[in-house]
């Protein structure tokens, strides 16, 4: 549990049958408006944000504006990053999902919610929009919590993905992006043409994939290190490489992400 003046937010502990497709879950409740902005990088997540009081505005790699409202809503995979304002009260579940949950759990319209975001009521799936109306209903975050673990649960086992296609994000992520495309593809036994075809459903091909993991292991060692020393460390060709991802993917110098 975090609290600030205003806030409190809890991380649920994720179920071991959800590992490696379910990223976390947050609950998230505020008194009213927060100052400022939360600025949401590039990731190589897809969040369902289920809110039951209150809107967001979000803007797409720039601020937000007050016609940006929206409640609900999901984000798919992108190179933009977001802007996020909370101008009042809010009440919020969050479902963080791997691309290979995403994909399990969305199906092929994933690649449709890619760079952007789309509000839950307008994305069209039935099952999504029953368990939004169910957690509304409920009297307590625990029912919620409860609701949302057993929808995951249910449609998580219902689906499958390639082999081929799990182990070829298991090998972008797990080598933090530095694996050329080609040696994945070869390694996987086919052309990288066929490898970014069966990527085309999640909305980012292989190589943005491996450039966001990039990024994002260069991110996570902010402050451990001098900014040159984890350029050579993730692969970048020189600290200026690092500088204009940065800025690309997260809108801010490697000193102000930091």
Known sequence: MIRGPS???????????FRGLVRRITLYRSEGALPGLMVEPAALVVPLIFV?????????????????????FMAGLSLTPARIASPEAVQVLQIDLTPLGAMRLLGPALGEASDGVHALPDYGDRDIAELHTRMGEADCWATRLALAESFLAHRLAATSLPPTLTRAWRII????????????????GMTRRTLARQFQPFGLSPKAAARVARFTAASARAGTASWAEIAADAGYADQAHLTREFRALSGMTPRQFA
């Open 52 to 72: 039951f009081d209150g809107r967001f505005e979000v803007g797409m790699g720039r601020d937000p504006a007050p016609s940006d409202g929206i409640a609900s």
């Open 173 to 188: 992520e797990g080598t933090e992006g530095r694996a050329p495309i080609a040696r994945i593809a070869d390694h996987l």
């Open 7 to 17: 806030f409190s937010l809890w991380r649920a502990p994720v179920r071991p049958a």
